[in-house]
């Protein structure tokens, strides 16, 4: 008597799909992320905006020198003990640098910036010499 056995094609990738998914099921603590930003000019000033969700204040620097503007900060992973298991983790986790050369335009002295929501903004003030003056001419 023999055996009968049925051949699977997919099988080597299911195995696949199953490494796969084990490997990003455990917490991305290693790899590197970095959040969002936007950047806007107004008339006096220049705004940057960058999505940090999860990230607490006491873990945000932010620095100006030498006409760069540095942002720095780190979204930690917190397990709970209460939970069993994660079926997924997507988001990533760990320390992020950002850094931008700021235009000479900036007054360094005078940056600003607004934690709510999840969302950092940074206000940059331009120098008084580099807002937009209107000029009235005298038609004579």
Known sequence: ???????????SVRLLEDALTRMWSEPRTARPWSP???????ENDLVLRA?????KLEDIDIRV???????????????EET?????????S???FV?????PPTVDPDHVSAEYKNGVLTITLP???????????????
């Open 98 to 102: 950002r850094t931008f050369t700021l």
């Open 126 to 140: 331009k120098k008084e010499a580099a807002k937009p003056r209107q000029v009235k001419v005298a038609i004579k």
């Open 65 to 79: 020198e030498n006409q760069t503007l540095s942002l720095k900060g780190e979204r930690r992973f917190e397990k």
């Open 83 to 91: 939970v069993k298991g994660y079926h997924r983790i997507e988001r």
């Open 36 to 42: 969002a930003v936007d950047i806007l000019e107004t």
């Open 51 to 55: 999505d940090l969700p999860d990230v």
């Open 1 to 11: 008597m023999s055996s009968l056995t049925t051949y699977d094609p997919f099988s």
């Open 93 to 95: 986790y760990g320390s």
